[in-house]
T-cell receptor
Framework: AQSVSQHNHHVILSEAASLELGCNYSYGGTVNLFWYVQYPGQHLQLLLKYFSGDPLVKGIKGFEAEFIKSKFSFNLRKPSVQWSDTAEYFC???????????FGAGTRLAVHP | GAVVSQHPSWVICKSGTSVKIECRSL??????MFWYRQFPKQSLMLMAT?????????EQGVEKDKFLINHASLTLSTLTVTSAHPEDSSFYIC????????????FGEGSRLTVL
C-alpha cells in the first residue's frame, strides 16, 4: 500500500527564514505528487503539483518543490517565509495503481514576525 | 477552479441519531468522490471512495454500515453517519477529481460534526 511520510510535525521559523519541509512516499511506480496548505479555519488549498516533466515545480505564493525519484521525495521549499505562511502543510500522493489521494500527517508551520 | 460544496458546514446532534452530509460538485460532473475524516491536529484519513451508480469502496477499518455513502448523481454524494456517538465527532471533508488537462482534486469546505 502507498504511504506518505512527513518528517517535520511542527516547524517554527522567523520571518525571512528559509523553509524546507520533507515528504517521502513509499510507492515505486508512477506517482502524482501534491502539496496542500490549510490556513487556520479554512479548507485545503493546492500549493503545487507534479505529474511529469521538470522535477522542480513552482507553485503559488513563492513555494516550490523538487521531485527526486531516486529518493522517493518531494520536498517543499520557500526561500523566505512570511508571517502569513503560518498554516498546516500536507503532502499527498496518488499512485497509478490506486487512484486515491493519500495524505501525509501534515506539518504545522508557525512563522514569527 | 472547479467548486465542490459541502452541506452542512457544521452540525450538532444527539448521540444515537443519524446525520447526513452532502457533497456537490457545482460546475462539473464527478463520477468519483472521496470522503476524508480529519481529527483535530491530525491529517486527513481517506474513509471511502464514492462511485456514481455503484457501491462505495471503503478503506480498511471503516465501518460501511456506520458510514453510509450514496452517490446518487454525477454531482452529488452523501455521507450518512448512522447512530452517531461522541467518538464520531470529527471534521469530514469530501473531494472530487476534475481531471482536466492538468488534473486536480477539489475539496469541499468540510463539515464539522459534534455528537453530544
Amino acid at each position: 500500500a502507498q504511504s506518505v511520510s512527513q518528517h517535520n510535525h511542527h516547524v517554527i521559523l522567523s520571518e525571512a527564514a528559509s523553509l524546507e519541509l520533507g515528504c517521502n512516499y513509499s510507492y515505486g511506480g508512477t506517482v502524482n505528487l501534491f502539496w496542500y496548505v490549510q490556513y487556520p479555519g479554512q479548507h485545503l488549498q493546492l500549493l503545487l503539483k507534479y505529474f511529469s516533466g521538470d522535477p522542480l515545480v513552482k507553485g503559488i505564493k513563492g513555494f516550490e518543490a523538487e521531485f527526486i525519484k531516486s529518493k522517493f521525495s518531494f520536498n517543499l521549499r520557500k526561500p523566505s517565509v512570511q508571517w502569513s505562511d503560518t498554516a498546516e502543510y500536507f503532502c499527498a500522493v496518488i499512485s497509478g495503481g490506486y487512484n486515491k489521494l493519500i495524505f501525509g500527517a501534515g506539518t504545522r508551520l508557525a512563522v514569527h514576525p | 477552479g472547479a467548486v465542490v460544496s459541502q452541506h452542512p458546514s457544521w452540525v450538532i446532534c444527539k448521540s444515537g441519531t443519524s446525520v447526513k452530509i452532502e457533497c456537490r460538485s457545482l460546475d462539473f460532473q464527478a463520477t468519483t468522490m472521496f470522503w476524508y475524516r480529519q481529527f483535530p491536529k491530525q491529517s486527513l484519513m481517506l474513509m471511502a471512495t464514492s462511485n456514481e451508480g455503484s457501491k462505495a469502496t471503503y478503506e480498511q477499518g471503516v465501518e460501511k454500515d456506520k458510514f453510509l455513502i450514496n452517490h446518487a448523481s454525477l454531482t452529488l454524494s452523501t455521507l450518512t453517519v448512522t447512530s452517531a456517538h461522541p467518538e464520531d465527532s470529527s471534521f469530514y471533508i469530501c473531494s472530487a477529481p476534475h481531471w482536466d488537462s492538468t488534473g486536480e482534486l477539489f475539496f469541499g469546505e468540510g463539515s464539522r460534526l459534534t455528537v453530544l
